[in-house]
T-cell receptor, first 115, second 111 residues
Framework: ETGVTQSPTHLIKTRGQQVTLRCSSQ?????VSWYQQALGQGPQFIFQ???????GRGNFPPRFSGLQFPNYSSELNVNALELDDSALYLC??????????????FGPGTRLTVT | GQQLNQSPQSMFIQEGEDVSMNCTSS?????WLWYKQDPGEGPVLLIA?????ELTSNGRLTAQFGITRKDSFLNISASIPSDVGIYFC???????????FGTGTRLKVLA
């Protein structure tokens, strides 16, 4: 069984640029959630994708957007990067969006630094 | 952003000691998850709880879903050096898909 993978591992961008982060869900999982984790804090929910559609969203501006593909992999796109976007971005996959099958399994994360 | 309150914030313990930590919320949750995160890595799921009063174990770890549904507890028995890390609780409210994470408890074990 393949776990959740994310790419790239690290990324350095300049303020105002755009970035795309990628996530492959655990085999058999159809739901992907994205989180932002600032240094010293717990993960903050960005949004969730289920059946290629956004299924729920946290308090993040529209410049944070995403996609889910037919193979359940997902992308997180951030436009007009700001310094405060520097964080660890985590992807979590689950068997379903809710219920007892909603146990989320995380990938190793992508460390984004905005200068 | 919104975070749940975890206590204690950090703790130093001797190897072999038992550890207790808790997570509290002002809202009712229908699911609680407990995670451990090592530096530079993603959180690893330890225990999942789905019912008020539920007590679930995973090796030396035991977690409980509080009967008020506003809190959860994690105990680690006979701690070992590899228990070092940050422990996060995460709660999910009924009818929502997102998990709200706690502020974390940083555990340091002295050999």
């Amino acid at each position: 069984e393949t776990g959740v993978t994310q790419s790239p591992t690290h990324l350095i961008k300049t303020r105002g640029q755009q970035v795309t982060l990628r996530c492959s869900s655990q085999s058999g999982h159809n739901t992907v959630s994205w989180y932002q984790q600032a240094l010293g804090q717990g993960p903050q929910f960005i949004f969730q994708y289920y059946r290629e559609e956004e299924n729920g969203r946290g308090n993040f501006p529209p410049r944070f957007s995403g996609l889910q593909f037919p193979n359940y992999s997902s992308e997180l796109n951030v436009n007009a990067l700001e310094l405060d976007d520097s964080a660890l971005y985590l992807c979590a996959s689950s068997l379903a969006p809710s219920g007892r099958t909603h146990e989320q399994y995380f990938g190793p994360g992508t460390r984004l630094t905005v200068t | 952003g919104q975070q749940l309150n975890q206590s204690p914030q950090s703790m130093f313990i001797q190897e072999g000691e038992d550890v207790s930590m808790n997570c509290t919320s002002s809202s009712i949750f229908n699911t609680w998850l407990w995670y451990k995160q090592d530096p530079g890595e993603g959180p690893v799921l330890l225990i999942a709880l789905y019912k008020a009063g539920e007590l679930t174990s995973n090796g030396r770890l035991t977690a409980q879903f509080g009967i008020t549904r506003k809190d959860s507890f994690l105990n680690i028995s006979a701690s070992i050096p590899s228990d070092v890390g940050i422990y996060f609780c995460a709660g999910q409210r009924s009818g929502t898909y997102k998990y709200i994470f706690g502020t974390g408890t940083r555990l340091k074990v002295l050999a």
